[in-house]
């Protein structure tokens, strides 16, 4: 990741420019001066991300605006009895461009996203249609708690055939469930790697969930 503070000519001497500069040392990463590259309106801060072929991209931006607060004679108390000052304005993209973003995620994860970021957290599979029931109950129980589930109740498919489709449409979590799990009130948890971490109940596969979302692990199926 790449800062770069881009400057423009009337503030490139003003308070506010050092005051700027100030507070990226403060920040403590790496930054990078480029000279004119600002905005008409003021200067502004780029972020920049590789992509999975080193290619640098331009995402987030901040900007800081002089000009709409002088067109618009914006002015602020500053609580120190009637003195007014000229506040500026932050235009601020957090992603940049939505469609670049996602498509540099894609491209860097090659489909297989992390568990926070996964549009398919888990995939619950039943072992033979008289557990379809249980199975869209389970389906239903993890979709309330916030995350992103299917159930696969395809009778023409095997099992096996159910959790290789589950892998390679890169599910990060199968939950298998047949009588013993209808039984136990569970589902039997394996992941699109193929590792299998066994029986468990559904509040607690839920709290698993939450605090590998909540930590946004890049290895989270290993460490459910």
């Known amino acids: 990741m790449n800062r770069h503070l881009g400057s423009s000519p009337p503030f490139g001497c003003?308070?506010?420019?050092?005051?700027?500069q100030d507070t990226l040392d403060e920040f403590g990463e790496k930054w990078v001066l480029n000279p004119g590259d600002?905005?008409?309106?003021?200067?502004?801060?780029?972020?920049?991300?590789?992509?999975?072929?080193?290619?640098?991209?331009?995402?987030?931006?901040?900007?800081?605006d002089f000009q709409l607060p002088q067109r618009f004679n914006l002015t602020f108390m500053t609580g120190e009895g009637d003195e007014r000052r000229r506040p500026v304005i932050i235009h601020r993209a957090?992603?940049?461009?939505?469609?670049r973003m996602i498509a540099i995620l894609t491209e860097n994860y090659g489909g297989k996203w992390p568990f926070w970021l996964s549009p398919r957290q888990a995939m619950v599979v039943p072992v033979a249609p008289k557990y379809d029931t249980?199975?869209?109950?389970?389906?239903?129980?993890?979709?309330?708690s916030g995350f992103c589930s299917d159930s696969d109740l395809d009778h023409g498919d095997t099992l096996n055939k159910?959790?290789?489709?589950?892998?390679?449409?890169?599910?990060?979590?199968?939950?298998?469930?047949?009588?013993?799990?209808?039984?136990?009130?569970?589902?039997?948890?394996?992941?699109r790697d193929?590792?299998?971490?066994g029986e468990h109940d559904i509040p607690t596969i839920i709290d698993k969930f939450k605090g590998l979302a909540q930590a946004k692990l890049l290895d989270a199926e290993s460490q459910f």
């Not at 600002?38 to 901040?62: E, N, S, V, W």
């Not at 193929?194 to 971490?197: A, D, I």
């Open 14 to 20: 003003s308070p506010t420019w050092q005051q700027l």
């Open 38 to 64: 600002g905005a008409f309106y003021g200067p502004k801060i780029d972020i920049q991300i590789m992509d999975a072929l080193r290619r640098p991209h331009q995402c987030a931006t901040i900007q800081l």
């Open 134 to 144: 249980y199975a869209e109950q389970v389906r239903q129980q993890l979709h309330s």
């Open 94 to 99: 957090i992603l940049g461009s939505v469609e």
């Open 162 to 191: 159910k959790v290789r489709n589950a892998q390679l449409a890169q599910y990060n979590f199968i939950l298998v469930v047949g009588q013993k799990e209808v039984e136990n009130k569970t589902a039997n948890v394996r992941t």
């Open 194 to 197: 193929n590792v299998v971490h």
